[in-house]
């Protein structure tokens, strides 16, 4: 499709190249015991799986698809009521589906308007694509989201070394750890050291940490030891189709060590831009690249939900 075509769909709105729905997965504040967002997670008609429906993704499609992601997503949060909760929204975008940061976002703005969905509720998850990912690009789209009042989560950080680079590029508001780093972290004394490590980082630059694929309490355990509060993973929810499901936190939670005591990572929005936060920033990310070189996931859990 082209760029021209893209813009004037924009404003025209687009079909929905084929069928899907979405499915919701909480991520929890376990120390206030709330639901900190939902994200978004892309399914079948009949709750396939995310598999399914990516497979029918293509280059000419891409772009309608991701568009049309957007509306399923809010449309389908508005109509559960997910703004009522206070809760957030995660939706995974393609930033290489966007051709021009503010044609593009204005279906986005125009649904979220006519679902009476708060913009600053809304969370745009990015990834490093499996193409080359242009820094510049995500930068142009990154800051007009922002100007709208989006906050932006830097998704599968860990997954892959690049990671770091984004980060220290594009600092986002919130960074979600990949489960290749946080599975069965309490085992892992390297990656714990990385966890940590991110973590202090984050706080450094004003960004949240979400830890995902938290599927044991020994892995909750250890994320919270690390001083992370936002959880996502089988342990607490499993993904709902066309619903926000609730959550459980495991008894034991209660006697794991409260956040208070815990380093701070609060956001500091004005941290983000200062130059003393970015070279501290800097030195640290030289710390985390060493201890990357040393980082090799083992035993891989495979991904019972591929998301976008
Ligand atoms: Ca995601």
């Known amino acids: 499709m082209s760029s021209a075509l893209s813009c004037s769909a924009c404003k025209n709105g687009v079909a929905q190249p084929f069928p899907f729905s979405m499915a919701f997965q909480p991520i929890v504040d376990v120390d206030s015991e709330r639901v900190f967002a939902y994200e978004a997670l892309v399914r079948g008609p009949q709750a396939d799986s995310a598999a399914s429906v990516m497979r029918q993704v293509n280059e000419s499609n891409r772009y309608a698809f991701d568009q049309s992601c957007r509306v399923k997503a809010i449309g389908l949060a508005a109509h559960l009521g997910l703004a009522q909760t206070g809760a957030r929204l995660c939706i995974n975008f393609m930033p290489q589906a ?16 006519s679902c009476d969905f708060p913009c600053d509720h809304l969370v745009f998850e990015f990834v490093e694509s499996e193409q080359t990912l242009d820094t510049a690009h995500v930068r142009r789209i990154i800051a007009e989201y922002r100007k709208q009042g989006f906050q932006i989560a830097l998704d599968d950080f860990g997954a892959g070394y690049s990671g770091l680079n984004l980060l220290a590029e594009l600092p986002p508001d919130i960074v979600k750890l990949d489960m290749a780093l946080t599975r069965n972290l309490h085992q892992r004394p390297t990656a714990r050291a990385i966890v940590e490590s991110v973590v ?7 960004c949240q940490v979400i830890a995902e694929g938290i599927e044991t309490t020994d892995e909750l355990k250890a994320v919270r030891d690390c001083g992370i509060s936002l959880v996502q993973g089988y342990l607490l929810a499993k993904p709902a189709f066309e619903a926000l499901p609730s959550f459980t936190l495991p008894k034991q939670s209660a006697h794991l060590p409260q956040l208070a005591a815990l380093p701070a990572q609060q956001p500091a929005i004005a941290a983000r831009q200062s130059s003393p936060a970015r070279n501290r920033f800097a030195s640290g990310l030289q ?3 060493d201890a990357a070189e040393m980082f090799v996931p083992s035993n891989p859990r495979s991904r019972e939900t591929p998301i976008r």
């Open 98 to 113: 966007v051709y021009s940061p503010v044609a593009c976002i204005q279906l986005t703005l125009k649904t979220a308007r």
């Open 200 to 206: 202090k980082l984050a706080g450094t630059l004003g």
């Open 287 to 289: 710390v985390l690249r």
